[in-house]
């Protein structure tokens, strides 16, 4: 008996399992891997002996340097950490029986990195021959079944098992992957999917279930099919051509979807299990709309069709796909209007008015689908704002109070839309002036003056940010008299000012610091 230090040079020589190999020399390449056993007059391992090593150790038979013979492979877990799911299906992580030529070939027993096993045949590192496999608790999914190179070749139906122990699936199968009719099933006996297969896809007939509202009849034990979320014609797993449903099992589209999801040729949209649409859907738009479902997100845009909004009817021209003229929706049946937008290309471009109980609540135009010139609204006849728009987004105008058409603010308005350059703020009395000047992003900034509701200004001078910065005058509320003129900083006296009674006669002049003066 000798005991050796292998470098990792040399481990490919006694390990042939190119995959176990790669993943035991990238995962600590300073590992160091002992031998302890017969060595012949080569000098290469021959009869039995042991490799160890951090990530895998061995005992068993040796010939000629290389796992020949009975012997015992287990592989630590870690050294497949990096690897994608469909190579740990088949990562062995310990296996027990023949080798020849440092390969699995003869009968053995495998243990797999998902915790299920295999007992039978080998051949070239691969399931070849007679063998069982089970799942990690111990249950058969394929009962002496006939494998070639991994894949088995006599069976036509097969059931899969979860982790926990409960059916996977249960269904037809070709030998290498679910074709035909099956049934599969979430953790908790729930069934995910009932039809056809190909592939191990969906394709064929067959219906998808909201799997978390899914549930068996205590009665007859019979799958409850209340809480359908797709059903029709399917492809490569995705619905090509039925009906989606919401949680409340009301219809949200029926159809024919593109490999995109998106919604091609004559169909139907549902809102609150109404029909919104019906009609030609454009498969080639630009500009589709989403739909976010259970299923999944669907797009969709019109072509040729009819709109039902709130048991309302829109009445759509199309050119070459897009909307283009007058836009007209009536309320219900009846010939009362509620809107009427002008469009172009699509988007909404010239005037447009809007309606409530026959009265109107906003009007002005568009422009590319943004408000641009001038736009009034309106609630219960009570202006909200009367504005000029450029590309979206208001440049001057006046505002109202809520519920009153007391002025709130007439001026001018930045990026932001906040209060910036020139304008007037009211109290919400009628015409009662708050601030007249200059605003910047919604405060007080330049030059301005701020009145007591009672109109007698409050100040008068140079603003910063909102405070009084700057050169300015403060005033008595009930004389409306000046109280202080001077330097400001915000909002305090400083600097050289002269303060006054309310009569208007100066009492304290001189340097002012903090509001106070200095001695």
Not at 132 to 160: A, C, H, P, Q
Not at 242 to 250: A, E, H, M, S
Request: hydrophobic share 25%; glycine share 12%; with cysteine.
């Amino acid at each position: 008996m000798a005991t050796q230090v292998i470098t990792n040079d040399n481990l490919s020589n006694i390990i042939t399992h190119e995959s176990t190999l790669k993943c035991l020399l990238s995962y600590d390449d300073e590992a160091l891997t002992y031998f302890q056993g017969c060595i012949n007059n080569d000098g290469q391992f021959d009869g039995y002996g042991k490799v160890l090593n951090g990530n895998f150790n061995y005992h068993g038979s040796f010939s000629n340097g290389k796992f020949h013979g009975k012997g015992v492979l287990t592989i630590d877990k870690k050294c497949f950490n990096d690897e994608p799911n469909n190579f740990l299906c088949n990562a062995i992580i310990k296996y027990e029986g023949d080798f020849l030529d440092g390969k699995f070939e003869g009968t053995g027993r495998a243990e797999f990195y998902n915790s299920e096993f295999y007992i039978g045949k080998f051949k070239n590192n691969c399931k070849h021959g007679i063998g069982t496999k089970y799942n990690n608790n111990g249950k058969v999914v394929f009962s002496k079944s006939v494998w070639d190179m991994n894949y088995l070749t006599d069976r036509k139906e097969i059931t899969l098992f979860h982790d926990n122990g409960n059916m996977k699936y249960n269904g037809e199968f070709n030998g290498v992957t679910k074709e035909g009719n099956g049934t599969l099933y979430d953790k908790n006996k729930n069934p995910v999917y009932m039809g056809m297969f190909k592939d191990d896809e969906y394709n064929g007939k067959g219906i998808m279930y909201q799997v978390d509202e899914m549930k068996k009849s205590k009665k007859n034990n019979e799958i409850n099919t209340g809480m359908i979320l797709c059903e029709g014609l399917f492809k490569n797993n995705k619905l090509s051509h039925g009906t989606i449903y919401n949680n409340k099992g009301y219809k949200v589209f029926e159809g024919k979807l593109n490999k995109k999801n998106v919604a091609t040729g004559k169909g139907k949209i549902f809102k609150n299990n109404k029909l919104y649409y019906e009609g030609i859907f454009d498969e080639e738009s630009t500009v589709p709309i989403n739909i976010e479902t259970l299923y999944g997100k669907i797009q969709y845009n019109f072509k040729n069709g009819t709109i039902y909004t709130d048991g309302n009817k829109t009445f759509i021209n199309y050119t070459e796909g897009k909307e283009n003229g007058e836009k007209i929706t009536y309320k219900g049946e009846t010939d009362e209007v509620v809107s009427t937008y002008q469009i172009k290309n699509g988007l909404r471009h010239g005037e447009f008015a809007e309606y409530k109980d026959k009265k109107i609540v906003a009007k002005g135009t568009y422009k590319d689908n943004k408000l641009h010139g001038y736009c009034e609204f309106i609630i219960d006849d009570i202006p909200v704002s009367k504005c000029n728009y450029d590309n979206g987004k208001k440049i001057d105008g006046t505002l109202y109070w809520k519920n009153s058409d007391n002025l709130k603010y007439v001026g001018k308005f930045g990026e932001s839309e906040t209060y910036t350059g020139a304008g007037t703020l009211y109290y919400d009395i009628p015409n009662a002036i708050k601030y007249q000047g200059t605003f910047l992003n919604g405060g007080y900034h330049g030059s301005g003056t701020i009145y007591y509701k009672n109109q007698n200004k409050q100040y008068e001078g140079q603003f910063q940010h909102n405070q009084c910065h700057g050169t300015g005058i403060s005033f008595y509320e009930s004389t409306g008299n000046p109280e202080y003129s001077g330097q400001w900083i915000s909002n305090k006296k400083h600097g050289e000012g002269t303060l006054m009674d309310e009569s208007g006669i100066p009492i304290l002049l001189g340097n002012w610091t903090d509001d106070a003066l200095q001695q």
